[in-house]
């Protein structure tokens, strides 16, 4: 029998996340799909291309000759329905599915419409796959003790470093291990400036510039070059695998708008380069430029993530990957969806 999933959210990752299903033969079910605007409902599986051509098209999801109220959506038993009045929320409570998929856009002040989204869900009977940090940041061991309370999974791997498995790797594949710590790159956007300053001697300014003219750094790049995206990060690794109960504000963070070709120059001469470290040891949590040798394997290049964690019993383990993406973040979203499958199968 399928597994029943929404889709809340259907940006970049949603999108991946339909995009990767059509390219797989699982059993999975998407019974619903929301964006800001309303939801497409279908309680035998949404048709996904016809989905994502109208996303693509006309920027909503939902049917724009829309004739069905939220009562037919849900009560219709089957055929294809959605509604331009039906809310993200309507879907979570309403639509009879498993597992709720939650990829709306990062808050990390407030949780934002996510951490609604995800409380809905579990007191809704739902399991929870999220690739949005805000509500972890925000809200790790309320999310947590209403999963428990709800008897529901959840899983976040998509939240840290896109495609690279850093969170279900730590817990699970080092089962055993006690992780003593973890430092990473884990921010595509600065690692791109950096190596660009690196290779070219251009400023940080420049590189900058590049990096937003190809899409990679937003046209408000704060969040990722104050390093705020990378603290978060290091917020739910702490939480979810150090088991600390820690918040932003435990994270001593320095972004990289301060280094300039001269410190790269000085850094050359000794055989190094500069990357945005994320790190977690002995209980402190901190983001900041480090001069990194450059045949270590953190002074990997270009937008890739990478993390080395520091174990007990099997050492170093350093995995990267393609920390962003919108195929690349629905692996990591896919590999927890059919984790959960398979609990509840079993
Ligand atoms: N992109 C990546 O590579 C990546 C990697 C790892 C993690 N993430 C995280 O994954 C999440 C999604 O990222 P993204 O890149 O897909 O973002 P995005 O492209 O901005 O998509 C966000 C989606 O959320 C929808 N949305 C906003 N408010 C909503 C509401 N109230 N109810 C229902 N849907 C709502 C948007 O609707 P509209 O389409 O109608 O605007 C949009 O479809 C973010 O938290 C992000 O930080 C992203």
Redesign the pocket.
């Known amino acids: 029998m399928s597994i029943r999933i929404s889709i ?7 999108q991946g996340v339909a995009d990767a299903l059509m390219r797989t033969a699982y059993p999975i079910e998407v019974v619903a799909i ?4 309303g939801a497409v409902v279908d309680a035998t599986g949404v048709d996904l291309a016809p989905a994502l051509q109208r996303k693509r098209e006309t920027g ?1 999801v939902a049917l724009a000759d829309n004739a069905f109220g939220i009562d037919a959506c849900v009560t219709d038993g089957g055929a294809a329905a959605d509604t331009a009045g039906m809310t ?1 929320l309507d879907a979570i409570v309403d639509v009879d599915h498993e597992i709720m998929v939650e ?4 808050d990390i002040s407030t949780g934002g ?1 996510g951490l609604s989204h995800i409380r809905k869900a579990f007191e809704s009977g739902r399991h929870v796959v999220t ?4 509500p972890l940041v925000v809200a790790y061991s309320e999310l947590c003790g209403l999963a428990r309370k709800n008897d529901r999974y959840f899983r976040f791997e ?2 840290v470093g ?1 495609a690279m498995p850093a969170i279900n790797l730590s817990n699970e594949t080092l089962a055993g291990n006690r992780i003593i710590s973890i430092e990473g790159v884990l921010n595509g956007t600065c690692n791109y400036i950096l190596t660009r300053m690196d290779d070219e001697g251009v400023s940080y300014e420049h590189a900058l510039g590049e990096a937003q003219e190809l899409g990679i750094a937003e046209a408000d790049p704060s969040a990722d070059v104050d390093g705020i995206d990378t603290a978060a990060k290091i917020v739910i690794l702490a939480n979810s695998v150090f088991g600390m109960d820690v918040e932003y504000d435990d994270v001593d963070v320095t972004g990289i708008t301060k280094i300039t070709p001269e410190s790269f120059k000085l850094a050359k001469e000794e055989g190094h380069t500069i990357k945005l470290i994320g790190e977690i040891r002995e209980g402190v949590l901190k983001v900041a430029p480090k001069m990194v040798p450059k045949n270590h394997p953190l002074s990997i290049g270009g937008t890739f993530n990478l993390a080395s964690i520091q174990t007990e019993l099997a050492g170093r383990i350093t995995i990267g990957g393609i920390g ?3 195929v690349e ?1 629905a692996s990591a979203i896919l590999s927890d969806i059919l984790w959960i499958e398979q609990a509840i199968r079993d």
């Open positions: 809340i959210g259907f940006g970049a990752v949603g929301a964006d800001s605007s909503a993200a990829a709306t856009p990062t419409i690739s949005n940090k805000g998509a939240t896109g962003a993406g919108s973040t």
